[in-house]
């Protein structure tokens, strides 16, 4: 057996990227239809930058064991659609009772998380502020400032996502919007539709924990 | 079931201190016997600051599994003890298939990795760099800057530390020491002793993986 050669990889805080990885995916505006609640506005913005990078993740995967820890820096636009922060599609993993670290790098981010059963926390990531979501906590970025929001994060590299938790929800409880002064606040989503006990306790079985 | 609750822990440049964690432990000059070659300036620096902290670790363990990721800082004192360079104890981790990741966040710092059959590699982490130590590397920090080295890293919760390892090989295989010109040069440690085939078949053994 050999061993694997340790890596470095810089984080250049100008780009927002991460060096020497082997993962690179781009978010364009067209990719994020449905994930909005002003649709009139959502279009105005597809029309002049539908092609262009909302968001992007550059990172490194070791392996693919729960011990090996994927590695990487997410980096997205400021901006609003109507009065709704700019954010990321969010995910639960796919196996779910897997946890993720981010920490904040430079911008003004939030981090939106929901448990299954509805409880819901926003974290302030700015830089120097590390995020620990814990297993099962559905998660998503939102960038309320005004420049690129960019952020280090790391997960077991077999944890994997899934995004359609939040459809089958109608979306997250929450929606982030502008406060009217330059801040942020939380909307009801009216569209919200709760987890079943049932698909609660589906989550709970799948991870190998009784309901 | 609760659901954990997730966690914000900033992390402060100024001490190199983590915010919010559950885990502080300080390592004294006295505490570090042993380490280095030159005994004679070991005892110089003890006669006057054998009390004084010269690395510390502040940390958040969220749960034990494989899957938790224990989160943290570290920070080191400048200087050195004769011609060579500040250093932590150093470790292989306890389940030696567990990798680590570094992230340097101020001064000039390296990491000494050593595979155990005795491959060296010496990376620079500086701020912004993350350092990926793959599963089965031993591997220890090295302040060669003028000031604090602080390091953000992240593990899986169930790793452990064997710091024995290094002391059962008489050190690691090379020592870092000052080149004269401000830089830092790496010296065969006449100590060392390489591990034996054996001792490396139990590693990969223990790990669960055929030698």
Redesign the interface.
Known sequence: ?R???????????GTGL?GAGDGHYRKTFADLKGLYADEQAFSAILAERADEVAYEVTS?T?GGA????I?GVTRMEPGKVGNEYFLTRGHIHA?A???E?Y?GQKGHGL?Q?E???G?V?I???GP??????????IHRSINVGDEDLVM?F???ADSGQDYGIIERSGGMKVRIVDDGNGGWAQQPNPDYVPRSAATIEKL?HDAG?A?
Request: net charge negative; with cysteine.
């Open positions: 057996m061993f694997d050669e340790p890596r470095l990889c810089p984080v250049d805080l991460l490194y070791p729960v011990s090996d820890l590695v196996r009772n897997r946890p670290v920490y981090m998380l448990s299954p059963d409880e926390r974290l302030e990531v120097q502020a590390i995020c620990y979501v814990p297993p099962f906590w280090m790391t997960y077991p709970l924990l309901a």
